[in-house]
């Protein structure tokens, strides 16, 4: 048969593959060491890219598990559609202003519409591999925001905020820190996106639930701040489970290279500062409310993965399971001086898994990054790089959020009426329901 | 005695259950229920084609009081219930014979 | 400690292992450049192979999450069981017929139970890996079914079904087109198998639920159709994202060969693809029906997926984007004719996703090959081989479909009883419930 | 913008990675065939390691799915923490136990707190990688005993033996097999870790559920047992898809090599054994309780990969298919005889799935291995050291847990009050509910 | 007034309605509950052990009507739930004193 | 006949069934019910903030029976629901005007 297919001439489908793969058959050319080399860089890329990918499940499964029942098909629509409108606008006009040749330190332009080669970024692997793992980058920093923002906004008004982060906001960050921006220059560390992703994410979040305010019920006219609890702690437990497993692409895949040999030590400070984060939330709680709280150590977990994003590369072990303590600490903190003293609403405790721990884990590379950092003898010199660093981000993201939220709202309107957001944005916004079969309490009571 | 059944929106259960207790009123038994009367069902869009559904979520409370306390209890039942609203619900009283509270064995009026 | 291991010359368990990871005493041969490759081109090609598994868990959810609760186990059970039943007979059975040595380029005759090297295949991987990639393609193919014949099917009777399409009607459709039979020679491109495992999957769905007929309460007397919404929408995203993430494997981990640059290009397509479907079935429907549907806005990622898989290597991204818009139109249109039209019941959608827009997405090739297509000034060929090919394939599968699906109804029957229907498969196939401990609202009620 | 940031010598970030992804830059060093061959192996063993890590989502599934829903967030808890604080105290402690230099055959010695370089394990992948692969697999022997003692136990007391499995009772273990110990030496093979890993976490927890005690209402006065049905089978049908997923990365994965050739096969076997357990399971539940059981066909699947984890690269495909057939049947029958006959409550059945079955499948080995199996002529001597190595390791396990379980039941005690047990454990343990806002079935009826 | 209470097979739930509706009443209440009488229940196998369940998932229709009204829906309900197979239902009927429907302050018959 | 209505744990509800199949009695429906009472709501602490909830999760019972019956089956359920910690539950008794059994047409005593 191989006989006759070489006859004909034809090399097509998964034979074609097949015949590819034998080494002196693909593109005609004898693989080399340095071609091995570039296969291996692209397919680490292209496998944590994969994963990076899953992550947006790990983000709808917390989501929606963390809100109540009744607006579960929404948020599971916001995050399929932050990602896939997210996946298109990135292609075609975000990722120039991120990658392209750059202008002023500010931001890329050109490649719009992937009219480029973009060979100025010295690539060794195929550029859509790049592009790729990039788009699943920057769908990460959208889908932050639904979760903050969910069960009262206005589906259409989170999808105009989608395409705005996509295009735009996120990539102008990313130009600064990594694509050759005047952060980048100042030798900001930011590895695999603490502040690019996860802040820019964290405080668009912020400034979206400052804006539509809180949840009906969720504070009395006294100002006291009152629990809604999640209908589906197993499902948000799972999406933290998920989130986990799309880390070891976020970090040891920012690498962009199999072939480095530190992917090793950047996987196991991941997994340590998780560990720490979850595990010094739980004896957090513990004392402090007497309880260990299921829902803050999922979220510390996470908010020890997002701390240690920047430095995963720069610090030792022992230096990632310290920033994950401190984020297990602090991401409790946070949640409540948002909750009860900023009086924001923020479901999912968004914001402070996002924003405040990952500008927290920024800053800590300072201190902790073992070339440089302070606690090892580097001086203050890195420390005040990250610190202008996150304090940039902090006011671009807001102050782009503040406009883009602030027309939304002026005009489309940011939130469904009390209405719609009382009998659940379901049936309001998408005309179903997410559990029809199962007995549900009245949508709007939690006893 | 007698029985107060009332169906209500459910979102006004709690003011309804902390007006109740200021009356001294500590028992009540809730039941989650599905309404239908004047109020027009909603039609839903689910892959295309339309289903109109009549029925909505209420809450049903039961509460069992001595006679002399239903007036009272319906007048406040019925101003926290009331939106305005079609769909505000209704209060349906019957008469109980007899009550007993398994605990202390007591019963008739020394139950509720 | 090493010492006294190679004294005893003891090389055991995961040690061994250990050793085998130096270079140079791996099987007693020097790594070299050509044995690298080859060891690329393995893993690659084992991980895609496991996302393509993972796949299994995405139907599995999609088709009990879009189904009721009072039939949950029985679909899992079935996902299960064809998937594991496939997995032994193809292993002993299918995977000769669509691989062994060519017979008038009809169907392979050799290698049954793995007895032949399938040397004449020119692997450069091992044959195990190649083996196991094709197991988990051939398990697809089977488990699209059980969708379209939800809630309805004798268990027994979909064990043969499953047993059949994982043996015969499959693999030979699968030889036809990847096996060097005749569409292969014909030249026809169906890289991953929007054809060959999606179409067959779609096209046995079609006569199955044709057979079966629609579920009680479905059409009233009168013709009309009845929506019967599904008990958890939440576990269904869950599924489509699922299934996204394991397409990274099916269409990229085709190529067989992690040491082909196209694999980045192949993953952004796929990317690119779904997101298009996503984003204009959501548009489309929110036009339409004056809401964005969710469940056909999930519907319309796989069929975007499903559309771009046959010509994922030949298109270019924007290609690929437009191929899955139209996807996302086409299968809102195709639920709805089949639906309201055919009057044929097929709860999850899996006829329109993998049938329809498996057929068009191969037919699209024809246009949008940057080699070959209409578009770009290829000529006709390679679009009428597509519809050949497509056609033959339509009427191979349906043919066989309706033998098999005949022969069971006549025999083994393929329904369970109204009564069982009414209180669900769960109980009366494996006397069970998925949701013991949730009220539910009694089976057969939609309120 | 490249020339910029070499002038400033400027390597940071994700940019770092990108040049350090250009052959000839990363780390001053040219890729030779060697650097290239570890780093197929490194990235390899990490895919492998986060595909294991996602095995604890499975876990967490299942035994959330298979226990009753005023549990979940409980299950959903110990899941997490037992992985976390796993993780911390495997890095500081278990590793060195394990893999440090070796003491009499019996332990570790050096190394804690990763104060070594571990240089006598000859390792040719970096140490953090293979220390990572290492922690999820301690985590996933830890992770077994939640599911036998669920429903039932003191969060405290869990976290106490979390703590001590992880750092002693499995690292121990680990050590005599695979660590250079004396079954390391006699020559037994477990390779991927049936009774290392699956075995050490299934003894335990015999131990734990004996000496806990069954749930209130499990066993009636009379002795009968009583049924109590997990809420959520669909969940826990997604754990076993993820589960079964995982395992293609804990079975290849331990050859800690890409460059092997046997990953292929090894995959290929894990498949065959988990298919063939999930068919005859079905087959036997069939006949034998005239409906085809679904949760121990779940548990059917989960048994042949437990099975085949030790000879998955020692036998051949037919082997594998054995295993796994047997194994189908065992598990029914050892489910029952714990149940019914030593009156142990394992809500789960992860005795019979990881101690049983992990035993029996490490003793299979003995017969099927193809070198040196008693089938294939190889004598009994194999055979031998298999039963010898699962002996010693029940008798170290049992005796361990025996006594940290006694000092813990008389200490903390091991059991909440009956009150909390009936109210569950999520209100009772941690204050919340896993399913705010579905009706749920009042705890404790299962009618 | 009279309370009609019938517990009925849920799947002859949208029959009933519609008929009742003919009758001119639209106010109704349904609650899901689970029923046991002289039906046989059936034997569930789950793990290799049997667990008997004697009760079945039922609706539970509550219609508060004017005396006159009673036959009439008691007799449209019991054709409609009709089956001839054990487990058809009941029907029960009380007294209700007062009814009260909040949203105009109407009481007795006019509430209804 | 009487309607008798009684609230009881759940954990309660498999031995009263059992004693009271024993009276001969085969015939009741039950609802999941929230109840609330004498018993003190339990506090539970939800990401930092304490809710109380003063709502427990309870079952009600409902058999119809002929006026002879009611006595026995009250001790009966008293006798068995009682655990000596409040929560015990209560038992209500009305009147019941009339019941039909759909199957056979009976009505009157001969329907239950
Ligand atoms: N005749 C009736 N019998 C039983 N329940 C009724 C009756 N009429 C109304 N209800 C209950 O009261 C609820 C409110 O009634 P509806 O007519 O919608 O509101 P309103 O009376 O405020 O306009 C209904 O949803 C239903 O549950
Ligand atoms: N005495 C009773 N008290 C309360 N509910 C009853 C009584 N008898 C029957 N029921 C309710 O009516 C339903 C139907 O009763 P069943 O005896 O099964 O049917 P049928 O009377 O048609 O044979 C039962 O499931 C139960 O919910
Ligand atoms: N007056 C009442 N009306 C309706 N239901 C009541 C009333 N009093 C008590 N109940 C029901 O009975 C249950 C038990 O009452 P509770 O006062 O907690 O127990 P006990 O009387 O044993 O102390 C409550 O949860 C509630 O459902």
């Given at each position: 048969?191989?006989?006759?297919?070489?006859?004909?001439?034809?090399?097509?489908?998964?034979?074609?593959?097949?015949?590819?793969?034998?080494?002196?058959?693909?593109?005609?050319?004898?693989?080399?060491?340095?071609?091995?080399?570039?296969?291996?860089?692209?397919?680490?890329?292209?496998?944590?890219?994969?994963?990076?990918?899953?992550?947006?499940?790990?983000?709808?499964?917390?989501?929606?598990?963390?809100?109540?029942?009744?607006?579960?098909?929404?948020?599971?629509?916001?995050?399929?559609?932050?990602?896939?409108?997210?996946?298109?606008?990135?292609?075609?006009?975000?990722?120039?202003?991120?990658?392209?040749?750059?202008?002023?330190?500010?931001?890329?332009?050109?490649?719009?519409?992937?009219?480029?080669?973009?060979?100025?970024?010295?690539?060794?692997?195929?550029?859509?591999?790049?592009?790729?793992?990039?788009?699943?980058?920057?769908?990460?920093?959208?889908?932050?925001?639904?979760?903050?923002?969910?069960?009262?906004?206005?589906?259409?008004?989170?999808?105009?905020?989608?395409?705005?982060?996509?295009?735009?906001?996120?990539?102008?960050?990313?130009?600064?820190?990594?694509?050759?921006?005047?952060?980048?220059?100042?030798?900001?560390?930011?590895?695999?996106?603490?502040?690019?992703?996860?802040?820019?994410?964290?405080?668009?979040?912020?400034?979206?639930?400052?804006?539509?305010?809180?949840?009906?019920?969720?504070?009395?006219?006294?100002?006291?701040?009152?629990?809604?609890?999640?209908?589906?702690?197993?499902?948000?437990?799972?999406?933290?489970?998920?989130?986990?497993?799309?880390?070891?692409?976020?970090?040891?895949?920012?690498?962009?290279?199999?072939?480095?040999?530190?992917?090793?030590?950047?996987?196991?400070?991941?997994?340590?500062?998780?560990?720490?984060?979850?595990?010094?939330?739980?004896?957090?709680?513990?004392?402090?409310?007497?309880?260990?709280?299921?829902?803050?150590?999922?979220?510390?977990?996470?908010?020890?993965?997002?701390?240690?994003?920047?430095?995963?590369?720069?610090?030792?072990?022992?230096?990632?399971?310290?920033?994950?303590?401190?984020?297990?600490?602090?991401?409790?903190?946070?949640?409540?001086?948002?909750?009860?003293?900023?009086?924001?609403?923020?479901?999912?405790?968004?914001?402070?898994v996002h924003g405040v721990c990952g500008s927290f884990?920024?800053?800590?590379?300072?201190?902790?990054?073992?070339?440089?950092?302070?606690?090892?003898?580097?001086?203050?010199?890195?420390?005040?790089?990250?610190?202008?660093?996150?304090?940039?981000?902090?006011?671009?993201?807001?102050?782009?959020?503040?406009?883009?939220?602030?027309?939304?709202?002026?005009?489309?309107?940011?939130?469904?009426?009390?209405?719609?957001?009382?009998?659940?944005?379901?049936?309001?916004?998408?005309?179903?329901?997410?559990?029809?079969?199962?007995?549900?309490?009245?949508?709007?009571?939690?006893? | 005695?007698?029985?107060?059944?009332?169906?209500?929106?459910p979102q006004k259960l709690e003011t309804i259950q902390?007006?109740?207790?200021?009356?001294?009123?500590?028992?009540?038994?809730?039941?989650?229920?599905?309404?239908?009367?004047?109020?027009?069902?909603?039609?839903?869009?689910?892959?295309?084609?339309?289903?109109?559904?009549?029925?909505?979520?209420?809450?049903?409370?039961?509460?069992?009081?001595?006679?002399?306390?239903?007036?009272?209890?319906?007048?406040?039942?019925?101003?926290?219930?009331?939106?305005?609203?079609?769909?505000?619900?209704?209060?349906?009283?019957?008469?109980?014979?007899?009550?007993?509270?398994?605990?202390?064995?007591?019963?008739?009026?020394?139950?509720?």
């Amino acid at each position: 048969m191989k006989t006759s297919l070489r006859k004909n001439g034809i090399f097509l489908g998964i034979f074609t593959a097949l015949l590819l793969a034998i080494p002196g058959i693909a593109l005609g050319a004898e693989p080399s060491v340095e071609s091995n080399a570039v296969a291996i860089d692209t397919i680490w890329t292209l496998i944590a890219g994969f994963l990076v990918f899953f992550m947006q499940a790990g983000f709808a499964m917390v989501e929606a598990g963390f809100t109540r029942a009744k607006n579960a098909g929404n948020i599971i629509m916001k995050n399929l559609m932050d990602f896939s409108i997210g996946s298109l606008i990135y292609w075609l006009f975000g990722f120039a202003i991120m990658f392209g040749v750059d202008q002023a330190g500010l931001f890329g332009t050109t490649g719009f519409g992937m009219s480029d080669t973009f060979e100025h970024l010295g690539l060794s692997i195929p550029l859509p591999a790049f592009l790729l793992f990039q788009t699943v980058f920057a769908a990460t920093a959208a889908t932050i925001v639904s979760g903050a923002m969910a069960e009262r906004t206005k589906f259409m008004s989170y999808i105009v905020y989608s395409f705005v982060i996509s295009a735009v906001i996120y990539p102008v960050v990313g130009h600064w820190i990594w694509g050759g921006g005047w952060l980048m220059e100042r030798g900001m560390i930011d590895f695999a996106g603490s502040t690019v992703v996860h802040s820019v994410g964290g405080w668009a979040a912020l400034i979206g639930a400052l804006l539509i305010g809180p949840r009906v019920g969720k504070y009395s006219k006294d100002g006291k701040s009152h629990a809604i609890p999640g209908h589906n702690i197993t499902l948000g437990a799972l999406g933290v489970f998920i989130l986990w497993f799309g880390w070891f692409g976020f970090n040891p895949g920012s690498t962009l290279s199999g072939t480095n040999p530190d992917i090793g030590k950047i996987a196991l400070n991941t997994n340590l500062a998780a560990a720490a984060g979850a595990t010094v939330t739980m004896i957090f709680t513990w004392i402090k409310y007497k309880k260990p709280d299921v829902s803050l150590t999922l979220n510390g977990a996470l908010a020890g993965l997002v701390a240690i994003t920047a430095g995963c590369l720069a610090v030792d072990p022992l230096g990632a399971a310290i920033i994950g303590s401190f984020s297990g600490i602090l991401i409790v903190l946070s949640v409540e001086f948002i909750d009860q003293f900023l009086k924001i609403d923020d479901p999912v405790g968004a914001i402070s898994v996002h924003g405040v721990c990952g500008s927290f884990g920024t800053i800590m590379v300072g201190f902790f990054a073992v070339d440089g950092g302070l606690v090892y003898g580097g001086g203050t010199a890195l420390l005040i790089t990250q610190i202008i660093g996150v304090a940039s981000v902090f006011a671009w993201t807001a102050v782009t959020s503040l406009i883009l939220f602030g027309i939304i709202k002026a005009t489309l309107g940011l939130r469904v009426t009390e209405e719609e957001e009382i009998r659940g944005l379901d049936i309001g916004e998408h005309g179903m329901e997410a559990y029809s079969g199962f007995e549900m309490k009245a949508p709007s009571i939690n006893i | 005695m007698k029985k107060i059944e009332c169906i209500v929106r459910p979102q006004k259960l709690e003011t309804i259950q902390t007006s109740i207790r200021r009356l001294g009123i500590r028992g009540m038994t809730l039941t989650n229920v599905l309404g239908c009367g004047l109020q027009k069902g909603r039609t839903e869009v689910y892959r295309g084609y339309t289903l109109t559904n009549n029925f909505f979520l209420r809450t049903k409370i039961e509460i069992v009081v001595t006679d002399d306390m239903v007036n009272q209890i319906v007048e406040v039942i019925s101003k926290e219930s009331y939106t305005g609203e079609i769909g505000d619900g209704k209060v349906f009283i019957s008469n109980v014979e007899n009550a007993l509270r398994i605990l202390s064995g007591d019963s008739g009026k020394y139950a509720i």
